[in-house]
Each structure stands twice: as structure tokens, then as C-alpha cells.
């Protein structure tokens, strides 16, 4: 095998020259900060799903560093996610008591089937699906997420308890309820580690502003708690590797589990390539959907190996990570490292760094999400775009997450559909002012035309879905005195079975009219299309052009002269010239 093809199986090691001493200074801080931040998170997903605080852990320790390496964003962050949590939950329950056992072997052998599945469709291609994910769509998903996970980390930062709960009005109700016993401590230790966090990245962005924060949080915990406060605080950590897990495949299981495997692959994928592209638009990376469908594959199938159930990139530590100034993808790989350290070592002291702390941090990343610019620009562009980008926005906010994004996915099909549906066919007039007659909207400037003869231009393609308005749109012209009309095909891109058929059609009413329909400019694909099916033969072969141009010229010469001599318009080129003509004769 060629190293070429190498570097296209091992996507590492097409970046691995991008790292040096600053790259690894970067990443180190930016896997430390990442490391601590997904101390709590770990615990809590895998308690959502179900599962014993362990695990959650096990997943952040194993699928980062997989998924770092086999995948193309340099600042996604994959692991455990509250949406695939609760999907996991909702999946296996009805089978076993969570926390069982039984219950972990079927997370599982859940996250090995949705890894094959995943790793399938990035090795067949189908990462192109997501390029219905318009930015639109992301965009809106991006702010409705960072809203939640703000909302999600205002129980953390008042030190109240949590409802854990995916419906968004049932958590702010219950936020609200517990808001008069607000822990006044984690209050305050949570704005400042805010403060502190927002106040060094505007005096000195090279600083580690998040870890200097999370310290001084620490700090605060310990008097605050020394003078008798109560603070919150991760508690104590297991100190052990993730252990080597078998799994048991039975085909009943499997059959049973394989629809949810399914979801559970897809949403892992339509999340963790939106998430990459929205940091990708910060950063300016272009992601390769396929890649990611591949590293996710990987990251899945191998944890389900070493004790970890099905995770996806994550907004929160992808935002930590790429905020932290991570270079390149080893940021994710020693963010494992360190968490393992973190376990192993020091776990006593990780106990004590206050989880409303972290609240602040994760509040200050859910509001560096959010693309004001760019929101403003869509709202402003376009009607269609805005209504997307709302329909997305508040879908995120009010439903599961993969209900967002496909409804995003859906409106946007929907108005581009619309749009490709209707191409814009306009009609042609010659400016009777320029000596070249060069041509103009006739909609634009009401100007005399040529009492026989029509030109219009459609843009867009002749699809089947577009061929009902194209053909009505065309009727329109068929209804004066004119016999000839000609069509300006620079604009069509494509021309179908339909289209073809349609095109015939209009050219065999045009000749009952006693003329003849013309095309000129063509593009390649699409009169190519119109040769393969022998369409041009029965159109006519003298009704092609290559410019409108020379068929003007051409079409002039089949026109009535006896109506050209009492025609006062003069509309071409070679009307000017006949009537000279016609003088000196």
C-alpha cells in the first residue's frame, strides 16, 4: 500500500506535521482544562443513562482519543452526551433494571451495533447526507444548544439540585420552584469563576483563562467551606483503568436492539457533524462528514471493548476545547490522558473543584456558541433562511435533539425544492439604445418587441419537478402572433427524461404556429442529456446554437419579411441592416 493511500485510511497522520512546540504547549492546556470539565459531565450522562457513574468516565477516557484520531475536526471532542444518554435509557429500560448487570451488557452491545453501523455508512460514503445540514440549520442548532446548555447549568451555579430532566419548560419551572433556596456560596464562587474566565481571555488571550478560573473556584470552595458553607463539590472518583468488557451477542438481542442502534448511530452523527461544522466556522477547518463518520464508527466500536457505552461529539467540550486554543487533535488525546492521571492519582483532589464553578465555565461556552453575526445576517437575507433558522432554533430548545436537526433538514429541503420547483424563465428584449443591442429584462423596461419573434432565458434546471411551471410559464408565450421563439439556455444546469420530454413538446406547438422553437448556450451536461436520448433529432438539429447571438442572426432570416418591411420596431440588429438595405435597393 502507498503511503498516499496510508494517509487517506489514517487521517493522523496528514496532521502530524502540524505539530510543535506551540501546537503541544496549546493542546496540553487546552486537554487539561477539557479533562477537568468532563469530570462531573461523565458521571452525570452515565447516570442518565442508566448506567453507574463509572462508565461515563470510562466513555470520556476511551472514545475521545479514537475518535480524535481517525476524525477531521481538529476541535470536535466526542464522549458522553446528555441526547444519546437518554436515548440509551430509553432503549435498553424496558429490557433490564437500570444499573444491573444485564442492563450493561446490553449499553453495550448498544454501542458496538450503532459503531458498525456508523462506521458502515463512512465507509460506503454516506457522509454526504449531512450536506443537507444547511448552515442555517446549524446555526440554529448551535444557538437552541448553547441556550440549553446554559439553562441546563443554572441549577449548577445556584447550587440548587438538578431535574435531569430532557423537556426544557419542565426544568425552568423547576429551577424557578427551588430559586428562594439558592446556595448563596456556589452562587458567588460560579459568577466569579465567570468573571475571571471572560476577564482574562479579553486582557490576554493566551492565557489559560478557563483553568486559572476553575483554580481560583477551587480556592473560594475551600474558605467558603472552611467557614462553614456549603458547597457542592464532584465527590470522590474511582481509581481504576477501563477494564477489557466481552461482548455477549445473542440474535434475539441483537435483532431487538438494532432500530435503536440505528437511532442511536444517526443522531450521533447528524450532532457530531453539525457540532464540528459550527466549530469549523469559527476556526475556519473544513470538515469531511465522511471522516467523522468513520472516526465515530471507530470510537464506538472500540469502547464498546473497553467498558464504554455509545457517545458522539460533544457541544460543551468541543466549545471548552476550541476556546482553550487547542492546535490540533492531540488536545482530545491528552484530555483522555489527563482524566486517566486525574483518576489514577490525584482523584482526593479532584473531589474538591466545585461543580457550580464548572456551571460558570460551561455558561460563558454556551454564550461563545452563539454566532450573532451570522444569525443577524440570516435573518436579514432571507425569509425562507429565517424561518429555518426559528424552526431549528426553537425545535432544539423544545424537542430531542435529532427532532431538531431533521425538521431543520426538512423546511430546508422543502423551500429548496420550492425554489428548484420554479425556475425563474424571463423574457429577453434587445436595448434599442446600445449599438449591440445587448439584451435586457423585458419585466424591467417596457420597450416595443419583435412582433414575431420571442426569446426568454431560463434559469434553473428542467427537472421533473420543475417541468409543470416550466411548460405553463412557456404557454404564455405561444398566445400572441409571434411564431418563433427562442430559448436562452445558460442558465440551465440540468435536463432530465421530463425535461426533454417537455422541451419537445413545446417545440411541436411552436411549429403548429407555423415557426419553430430554438435553443442556444446550452451548457454541456444538459445538451448532452437532450443528445443520449435523441431528443435534439426530434426537437430539430438546426435549432441548436452555441450563442443567442448566431441564432438571432439565423432565426432572422425565417421570419415573414413581408411583415418586417411594415414593422416600425426594428428590434434587431438585422433590422437596421435590412432597411438600409432595402434604401439603397
Known amino acids: 500500500m502507498s503511503k498516499f493511500s496510508v494517509k487517506n485510511y489514517i487521517p493522523f497522520l496528514q496532521w502530524r506535521n502540524e505539530i510543535n512546540k506551540s501546537s503541544l504547549k496549546a493542546d496540553l492546556l487546552a486537554g487539561l482544562t477539557g479533562s477537568i470539565i468532563v469530570l462531573p459531565q461523565g458521571v452525570a450522562f452515565a447516570m442518565i ?6 462508565y461515563g468516565l470510562y466513555t470520556a477516557i476511551v472514545l475521545p482519543i479514537i475518535a480524535a484520531l481517525f476524525g477531521s475536526s481538529k476541535h470536535l471532542v466526542s464522549g458522553p452526551t446528555t441526547a444519546i444518554s437518554l ?16 442492563y450493561i451488557q446490553l449499553a453495550i452491545l448498544l454501542t458496538f451495533l450503532s ?13 454526504t447526507l449531512v450536506n443537507f445540514v444547511s448552515h442555517t440549520v446549524i446555526h440554529g442548532f448551535t444557538a437552541g444548544a448553547a ?11 445556584f447550587g440548587l439540585p438538578k431535574n435531569n430532566s430532557s423537556n426544557l419548560t419542565e426544568n425552568l419551572i423547576h429551577f424557578v420552584e427551588h430559586l428562594p433556596n439558592t446556595n448563596t ?11 475571571v474566565a471572560w476577564g482574562i481571555r479579553k486582557i490576554k488571550k493566551g492565557l489559560p483563562n478557563m483553568l486559572i478560573a476553575m483554580l481560583i473556584g477551587s480556592i473560594m470552595a475551600f474558605f467558603f467551606t472552611k467557614y462553614g458553607y456549603s458547597v457542592k463539590l464532584v465527590g470522590e472518583l474511582p481509581s481504576h483503568l477501563p477494564p477489557f468488557s466481552a461482548i455477549h451477542f445473542d440474535y434475539a438481542l441483537v435483532r431487538r436492539l438494532l432500530p435503536d442502534a440505528f437511532a442511536v448511530a444517526l443522531l450521533g452523527l447528524i450532532s457530531t457533524v453539525a457540532i464540528a461544522r459550527s466549530i469549523g466556522a469559527k476556526s475556519g ?21 473497553f467498558s464504554s457505552y455509545a457517545g458522539s461529539g460533544s457541544f460543551t467540550r468541543s466549545g471548552v476545547n476550541y476556546e482553550s486554543g487547542a492546535k490540533t487533535q492531540l488536545s482530545s488525546v491528552f484530555s483522555s490522558l489527563f482524566l486517566v492521571i486525574i483518576l489514577l492519582f490525584i482523584g482526593p483532589l479532584a473531589a474538591y473543584l466545585p461543580i457550580s464553578s464548572m456551571g460558570g465555565i460551561i455558561l460563558l461556552i454556551g454564550f461563545n456558541l452563539i454566532d450573532m453575526r451570522s444569525v443577524k445576517l440570516i435573518m436579514k437575507s432571507s425569509k425562507r433562511e429565517m424561518t429555518v433558522l426559528v424552526i431549528t432554533f426553537l425545535s432544539t430548545l423544545l424537542l430531542d435533539l435529532e427532532y431538531a436537526i431533521l425538521l431543520g433538514v426538512m423546511f430546508s429541503l422543502i423551500f429548496y425544492l420550492q425554489r428548484t420547483s420554479r425556475p425563474r424563465i424571463i423574457s429577453l428584449i434587445p436595448d434599442p439604445v446600445d ?3 445587448k439584451f435586457l429584462n423585458a419585466r424591467k423596461y417596457r420597450i416595443d418587441q419583435c412582433p414575431q419573434f420571442k426569446i426568454v432565458r431560463i434559469e434553473g434546471s428542467l427537472f421533473f419537478g420543475a417541468v409543470d411551471h416550466a411548460e405553463r410559464m412557456l404557454a404564455n408565450y405561444r398566445v400572441g402572433k409571434e411564431t418563433h ?21 413545446v417545440a411541436e406547438d411552436w411549429r403548429k404556429k407555423g415557426g419553430q422553437m430554438y435553443i442556444s448556450g446550452l451548457k454541456k451536461r444538459a445538451r448532452e442529456s437532450l443528445y443520449r436520448g435523441e431528443f435534439k433529432k426530434i426537437i430539430g438539429k438546426d435549432s441548436f446554437f452555441d450563442n443567442k447571438e448566431h441564432a438571432v442572426a439565423e432565426i432572422y432570416t425565417q421570419l415573414n419579411k413581408d411583415i418586417c418591411k411594415n414593422c416600425s420596431i426594428k428590434a434587431f440588429l438585422e433590422c437596421k441592416t435590412q432597411e438600409i438595405e432595402n434604401q439603397i435597393a
Open 49 to 54: 443513562a442508566g448506567l453507574p457513574p463509572v
Open 285 to 305: 477547518q473544513l470538515i469531511d462528514p465522511n471522516q467523522e463518520f468513520i472516526g465515530q464508527g471507530l470510537a464506538n466500536l472500540t469502547g464498546s471493548f
Open 147 to 157: 441556550l440549553l446548555i446554559i439553562f441546563n447549568q443554572l441549577p449548577n451555579m
Open 185 to 195: 456560596a456556589s452562587l458567588t464562587i460560579a459568577l466569579t469563576t465567570l468573571v
Open 87 to 102: 436515548i440509551v435509557f430509553a432503549s435498553i429500560s424496558e429490557y433490564a433494571t437500570p444499573g444491573s448487570n444485564e
Open 435 to 437: 449599438t449591440k443591442r
Open 485 to 505: 421563439l427562442l430559448i436562452v439556455g445558460n442558465g440551465i444546469n440540468l435536463i432530465d427524461t421530463s425535461g426533454a420530454e417537455m422541451l419537445v413538446r
Open 115 to 127: 459503531g458498525a453501523i456508523q462506521l458502515v455508512m463512512g465507509v460506503v460514503q454516506l457522509g
